[in-house]
């Protein structure tokens, strides 16, 4: 089927997405099927609004340079497909001449190229659509990881291990230190805070993960063990970690447009703030606390080397997929070894993707609930790189 393509990115960004758009894009000019590629200014939003780009005129090594570049070129949006925006989307399509259709992101971003798809086919319009994975949070389902949280997870790990070295240094002055990761149901971010440790006693010591519902007490019992045994104390926590009774710890009750619920949003307190707040009360403390939102999704510096070829890579293979005329799907990467490491692309269905999320297993958080397992090391070391050690004078 001959036509032109369109490629848009939705969602958060993530330190790689570009990577997979640039995958698409070189993969794109080289198919005999598609003729023109358009990019879509502000994703599907932008579309909706006649904002789109004539991607095969920009220069080549302007679309090279997107393999290492932050943010999301295109530009992105969170905006919830509606009914009636779906009678635009084909007409444009019609008028641009589209036959395929590529969008990076999420499960959000995975069921508008669904129900786009499906509804091209209920008009008897034919259209193939294929989903690249994208998310820091590591909770899309059916991939074995997805681009872009291994470059998150390394920011991560290497904030905890640098700044847990300066709140070692500094316990005479504030006795504890949190550090709040994104991650909304998932801890796959806080657990990878763990990877830069090198010798006992190092950051973090208390891992709170969103699958692990939080005690008032335990927590208390837990920081002030902590802080007996080292002198001070190095926490992290998911954004979205609740209590016993399913209240978030995060203080905000705000919901983006999908209905998920955005921690500390509209003057809410957050969930490291809150625990800071226990803490401090309870014991009479000085600590400090971090929150990141989008540095940990737009670091290109610390990007894992891993993580910008697989993205590429996931770029390239939604173009082959389409080129065999496979439609519906969404790009998954499937892991054959840890050791040597070893991944094969293959393709997730987006009906599946859209509805369903992927928690941390149950075999990579420790019996404690504040720690992780040596299986879930074993999965991560491999995407994430090295870290580098220090020199301690004690």
Known sequence: MNGNAIIGQSGGPTSVINSSLCGVIQKAAQSKNI???????????????????????????VIEGLRHTPGSALGSCRHKLQEEDLPVILELFKKYDIRYFFLIGGNDTMDTIHRVEAYCKEKNYNLIGVGVPKTVDNDLFGTDHTPGFASAARYVALSTQQGGILASDMQRVDKFVIQQTVGRDA???????????????????????PERPLNRENVLNDVKTVIDKYGWASIVCGEGITWEDGTPVSASQAKDKFSNVEFGAMGGSSAALNLHQLISNEFGYRGEFQITESLPMSAIDRASEVDLEEAYQCGLKAVELADEGVTGVMVSMVRESNDPYKIVYKTASLSDVAIKAKPMPEEYIAECGTDVTQAFIDYLKPLIGSFPTYSILR
């Open 35 to 61: 003729d023109k590629i358009y990019g879509m200014r502000f994703a599907i939003e932008g579309f909706l609004n006649n904002e789109i780009i004539d991607l095969s005129a920009v220069d080549a090594k």
């Open 187 to 209: 801890g796959w971010l806080a657990a990878s805070s763990a990877m830069a440790r090198k010798r006992e006693g190092d950051a973090p010591h208390l891992i709170y993960m």
